[in-house]
């Protein structure tokens, strides 16, 4: 398998925001832009990989502004890291109107793939060419990344195996929130909270 550059698989797609696309609100529907990021991973992760991906994961979907009706978005998406058969792609997504041609940036997301070979398993991808340093700049975020990821996953499922009623009720003192237990087990707890 050859080396691929990230030119090769690079993808645009560009897409009208239709009327139907509107959500209650007037703007354009979070799961409308969320379709649009996986065809376009697909798209690109499938062409750096030769052959049919899948969606994992997807990091880093925030909606940073709205986007209208009328407006065209725009999605770029290349392959920032490459493993043995898995890729992040990166999406940037802009937003452009098309009568005063402002653009605006809308989100920035990584979509983690995985190549799948005839037989339905994971097959492996070639190797990412790194032409200049904001490539290897994308290859080394999306190591950190992962790394972070997974740092993050341990602790939190750390945490959730050592909650303890009494200690982390103290938590929710400040919150907007209120304890109402409703099944009797739970309530024998409640001569134990301090509040
Ligand atoms: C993702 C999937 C292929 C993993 O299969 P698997 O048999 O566990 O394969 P492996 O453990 O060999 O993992 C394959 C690759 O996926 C990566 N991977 C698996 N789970 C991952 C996760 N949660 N996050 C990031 N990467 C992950 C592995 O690191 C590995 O990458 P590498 O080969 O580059 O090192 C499998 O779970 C699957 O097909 N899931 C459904 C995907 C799908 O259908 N998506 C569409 C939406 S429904």
Redesign the pocket.
């Known amino acids: 398998m050859e080396p691929r550059t990230v030119r090769f698989s690079h993808t645009r797609f560009t897409e009208l925001m239709i009327p139907s696309y509107a959500n209650f609100g007037g703007k354009v529907h979070g799961g409308i832009i969320l379709s649009l990021m996986d065809k376009v991973a697909y798209a690109c992760s499938s062409k750096h990989a030769g052959g049919y991906c899948?969606?994992?994961?997807v990091d880093g979907v925030e909606f940073l502004q709205p986007v209208e009706v009328g407006e065209l978005l725009h999605l770029d998406a290349s392959v920032h890291f490459?493993?043995?058969?898995?890729?992040v792609v990166g999406i940037k997504v802009t937003s452009e109107n098309v009568k005063t041609n402002h653009v605006k940036h809308t989100n920035n997301s990584y979509f983690?793939m995985?190549a799948?070979g005839e037989d339905?398993?994971?097959a492996?991808?070639p190797e990412l060419i790194l032409r200049n340093i904001s490539e290897v700049r994308n290859f080394v975020d999306a190591m950190k990344r992962?790394e972070v990821?997974k740092e993050a996953y341990t602790k939190m499922q750390r945490e959730h195996d050592e909650f303890i009623l009494v200690e982390d009720m103290d938590r929710l003192k400040d919150q907007r929130c209120k304890v109402a237990f409703t099944s009797e087990e739970d309530e024998d707890f409640s001569s134990l909270i301090s509040f």
Request: hydrophobic share 30%.
């Open positions: 899948v969606t994992v994961t490459v493993g043995n058969t898995s890729l983690t995985v799948k339905e398993k994971p492996q991808v992962r990821k």
